[in-house]
């Protein structure tokens, strides 16, 4: 089972560069069953948080991360598909992310739309940190 520690630890370096918010180890805690994980050599290689945001079916994709030392072998890829199936199993319609990393053309080569902030769910536009001006990328769930 994964533990909250490991998520901080592959996280820590992109929370440093501004690019994934910080949470505490209590808050990665009691959303553990947000998470979707790949392992390899027994180390977390890469995660994804998708919340429900209790709103319109949509679900939102947060602390994306995959490690510095696995990039560039594909595994966000095998990461979006086990985050879709969550989010299909899940009944979500569509998922969002929110993202500070300059590589915003990898939601768009993976089928994600940049929208506007007032297409986030309510409760979410209230919660919108606008001096991070994030990106928002939207996909539908199929």
């Known amino acids: 089972?994964?533990?909250?520690?490991?998520?901080?630890?592959?996280?820590?370096?992109?929370?440093?560069?501004?690019?994934?918010?910080?949470?505490?180890?209590?808050?990665?805690?009691e959303n553990l069953?947000?998470?979707?994980?790949?392992?390899?050599?027994?180390?977390?290689?890469?995660?994804?948080?998708?919340?429900?945001?209790?709103?319109?079916?949509?679900?939102?994709?947060?602390?994306?991360?995959?490690?510095?030392?696995?990039?560039k072998i594909g595994l966000s890829l095998k990461l979006l598909d086990k985050i879709m199936k969550k989010a299909k199993a899940?009944?979500?319609?569509?998922?969002?992310a929110l993202t500070k990393h300059d590589g915003t053309d990898w939601f768009i080569k993976n089928g994600f739309t940049q929208m506007k902030i007032t297409n986030l769910p309510k409760k979410r536009q209230a919660l919108f940190n606008q001096d991070?001006?994030?990106s928002i990328f939207f996909k539908d769930v199929s």
Request: with cysteine.
């Open 1 to 29: 089972m994964i533990k909250a520690e490991q998520i901080l630890t592959l996280v820590k370096p992109f929370v440093e560069e501004g690019k994934i918010l910080p949470r505490s180890k209590a808050q990665i805690n």
């Open 132 to 134: 991070r001006n994030s």
């Open 90 to 96: 899940e009944k979500f319609s569509k998922v969002f």
């Open 33 to 71: 069953g947000d998470f979707v994980c790949l392992m390899g050599d027994n180390q977390l290689l890469a995660c994804a948080g998708l919340k429900d945001c209790k709103e319109g079916g949509i679900g939102e994709i947060y602390s994306l991360a995959v490690s510095k030392k696995a990039q």
